[in-house]
């Protein structure tokens, strides 16, 4: 009977520190980026105050509390400009080597910044660009003549 009750003491004692360390949850915000875009990183219920989090699109990222009683880890990242399209895994590990783990997904997808003329020009035809240019020159024109023709001072 003694033996029954020190058993069932010692289970009693173990469950809150189970239950405390539980799987923990990951995410990653927001979920789909273009190479060279920030990601979030945001792992709860590690119960520790560091943590790393692991990604083939982004390399290796360490996290800091989030808050005083350090119930989640956060973090961002830069995807590399080079990454792959299509999903990523991104793999929290909370403490060091050994502790927690929990994953996320990420996917990179196409749709990076246009370059050249920044799309301020991509989908003008050519006509809309002479016109404009012929509006621009005739505003600049006007301005000049106004100035010209004002009477001189005395």
Not at 24 to 52: D, E, I, M, W, Y
Not at 65 to 77: F, Q
Not at 83 to 95: D, I, K, P, R
Request: proline content about 6%.
């Amino acid at each position: 009977m003694l033996a029954l009750a020190a058993a069932a003491l010692a289970v009693a004692a173990a469950t809150p520190a189970a239950l405390a360390h539980a799987a923990p949850s990951a995410s990653v915000s927001p979920s789909t980026v273009a190479p060279g875009g920030r990601v979030g990183l945001n792992v709860a219920g590690c119960g520790t105050k560091t943590g790393r989090a692991t990604s083939t699109a982004f390399g290796e990222m360490q996290l800091t509390p989030g808050n005083l009683e350090a119930a989640n880890l956060v973090g961002s990242a830069t995807v590399y400009r080079n990454a792959t399209q299509g999903s990523h895994l991104v793999t929290f590990e909370c403490g060091g080597p050994g502790g927690l783990r929990a994953t996320a997904s990420l996917t990179v997808a196409p749709g990076g910044a246009r370059g050249g003329t920044g799309g301020s020009i991509g989908t003008m035809s050519p006509g809309q660009v002479a016109v404009g240019g012929s509006l621009v020159a005739a505003a600049l024109g006007a301005g000049v003549w106004t100035i010209r023709r004002r009477p001189a001072s005395v």
